[in-house]
Antibody, heavy 118, light 111 residues
Framework: QLQLQESGPGLVKPSETLSLTCTVS??????????WGWIRQPPGKGLEWIGS???????YYNPSLKSRVTISVDTSKNQFSLNLSSVTAADTAVYYC??????????WGQGTLVTVSS | QSALTQPPSASGSPGQSVTISCTGT?????????VSWYQQHPGKAPKLMIYEVSKRPSGVPDRFSGSKSGNTASLTVSGLQAEDEADYYC???????????FGTGTKVTVL
């Protein structure tokens, strides 16, 4: 059974960089059928797609976040990562990693709350 | 890249049916047969209920069905049960330049 687990700091200071890693188990991140993505959900609000990466390095970003987002993949560790720079309180959210076939994610991590506060 | 439009709320009594719409454009919902639907209970990760417009993953009851007409996709929940009370989101492929977009979300209440 495929499982995804987010890890990283739960508290980030304004203007700093939010960094999260997703570890994939029960399957290979090098599968040629899937992208791997990050999605976030501010408290009490809806889902927002951040970006998705293919194991070969092909990446798509949400245009509204593109200037601040970097997603990378480490196939040797079966992990992919998210960096979001210059964060503000508006970036406070539950961040999910997911397997992301075309049309929308099918397997999701449990999510991790990241709070931006000094 | 604008979010897909869903009604904020929908409701029905146990045993009844409820249909949720998801309206996009010809660049997303209308342009591809890659629409998914998710159920999210409070404090939980979203769960895939429908993919590729009308396909159900293994384990999802056949009370859940999806369809699409033009730029609008729909999710119908038949035979409403108490456990169906949740937030529902649609998503769609949005082309090679945008990849993915979610809907605004609909809260379904079982009366």
């Amino acid at each position: 059974q495929l499982q995804l687990q987010e890890s990283g700091p739960g508290l980030v200071k304004p203007s700093e960089t939010l960094s999260l890693t997703c570890t994939v188990s029960g399957g290979s991140i090098s599968s040629r059928f899937y992208y791997w993505g990050w999605i976030r959900q501010p408290p009490g609000k809806g889902l927002e797609w951040i970006g998705s990466i293919y194991y070969s390095g092909s990446i798509y970003y949400n245009p509204s976040l593109k200037s601040r987002v970097t997603i990378s993949v480490d196939t040797s560790k079966n992990q992919f990562s998210l960096n979001l720079s210059s964060v503000t309180a508006a970036d406070t959210a539950v961040y999910y990693c997911a397997r992301d076939p075309i049309g929308g994610p099918d397997y999701w991590g449990q999510g991790t709350l990241v709070t931006v506060s000094s | 890249q604008s979010a897909l439009t869903q009604p904020p709320s929908a409701s029905g009594s146990p045993g009844q049916s409820v249909t949720i719409s998801c309206t996009g454009t010809s660049s997303d919902v209308g342009g591809y047969n890659y629409v998914s639907w998710y159920q999210q209970h409070p404090g939980k990760a979203p769960k895939l209920m429908i993919y590729e417009v009308s396909k159900r993953p293994s384990g999802v009851p056949d009370r859940f069905s999806g369809s699409k007409s033009g730029n609008t996709a729909s999710l119908t929940v038949s035979g409403l049960q108490a456990e169906d009370e949740a937030d529902y989101y649609c998503s769609s492929y949005a082309g090679s330049s945008n990849f993915g977009v979610f809907g605004t979300g609909t809260k379904v209440t079982v009366l």
